[in-house]
């Protein structure tokens, strides 16, 4: 994987919530603000959603109220989960998965149509209300004004896992040595029981990225480390939370490995959050990906790993968040110095937002944990947010 750069060292001073930016010369600070007002600008027609005309059952449903409204979007939502489901365990040529595809995507445009109106109308204002920091170029040294050390944040240990899979490797280790020492089974028995633990090791990497032995590790972790359970609850709380104040419809989550092939019935599906991005994805398929959406992306993306660092002073889950970032940025073509401003920005802003909002966040992911639906998550969040001064 080629590193995206962020180095740092010991923070200077702590960040209370809203970024601290470096102080610059009388020349060099004209520039920035002249800059930052453009940005600004930018931001704010991308937050304050454009007035529009819904459909006539949209305006239907959201004349209810609040309370049915989100009824409304969990419904749909449930139906646009069916459709991650049946993507991720059926071929392309499935019949049936195409048709529930169809309507997963038709389902997933309501549920964002709802909240989108509710918005306009007043009735939820949280969603896509997050106050960014301006979009610019930030040397390390601002990052470490902000008590960010990105060495830290940025890569990810996964040591409870690795733990796990060490002691399972030497435990089979010890049982294939005392079987040869207490069975003396023959040369051929000896090689064949290998060589089949090699067969499935393989075929489990082939056919499901992994997916068995994941399951197994994350099952372990979830049963014997307490802290790896807060870590992944607050982890994915932070993905939702970050999304839906920056303007994404979270679609649904799930907490364990186990979780997830309940879910969607598939080994190769992990424990996280899943997104109303039809949008995004549309524009990937394009080619053309607007500055507006690949912040997003970035944001929710690093958000996991900025909770972490937040609480814990370091990350330890979230390597795949920084895997699917850095792939999307070389895909876009992107120089390591684009991509560095890129990232940068992300973290700044994404834990800017999080120190804001780190009592809801903890809530949200006691109520995640629960197996709360994502209306009443959203709920949450607006009743949270509501008394916030700053979103």
Known sequence: MRAVTLD????ARRGRG??????????????????????NDEEMSTQRFETRAF???????????????????DARLVTAMRGESAGASTSDGDDDAAAMKT?????????????????????????????NVPKRDYALAELRLNNIEAEKLLAPTESTIKGIRDNFTRLLGVAYVAGLYFLHPTFAQGAGVAAFAA???????????????????????????????TRLRRHEAAHFLTAYLIGILPKGYTLSSMDAFKTYGAFN?????????????REVQKGKITSTSLGRFACVAMAGICMEYILFGFAEGGLSDVQQLDGLLRALAFTQKKSDSEVRWAVLNTTSLLRRHLGLTEKLADYMARGASVGECVALIEKEVETAEFV
Do not use: N, P
């Open 18 to 39: 809203r970024a601290v930016v470096k102080k610059t010369s009388r020349r060099d600070g004209v520039e920035r603000s002249r800059r930052r007002r453009a940005v």
């Open 269 to 281: 599906i992990q424990a996280g959050c899943a997104f109303c991005d039809g949008e995004f994805q």
């Open 8 to 11: 740092a060292g010991a923070a």
């Open 103 to 131: 309507a997963s995507d038709r389902a997933e445009r309501e549920a964002v149509e709802l909240v989108m109106c509710l918005r306009q109308r007043g009735v939820v204002k949280a969603f896509g209300a997050a106050h």
């Open 55 to 73: 459909d006539a059952e949209i305006e239907r449903m959201c004349d209810r109220g609040l309370r049915d409204a989100l009824e409304a979007v």
């Open 199 to 229: 067969f499935c090791a393989t075929y489990d990497q082939i056919a499901f990225g992994g997916g068995v032995s994941a399951l197994a590790l994350d099952t372990v972790a979830q049963s014997t480390s307490k802290e790896y359970v």
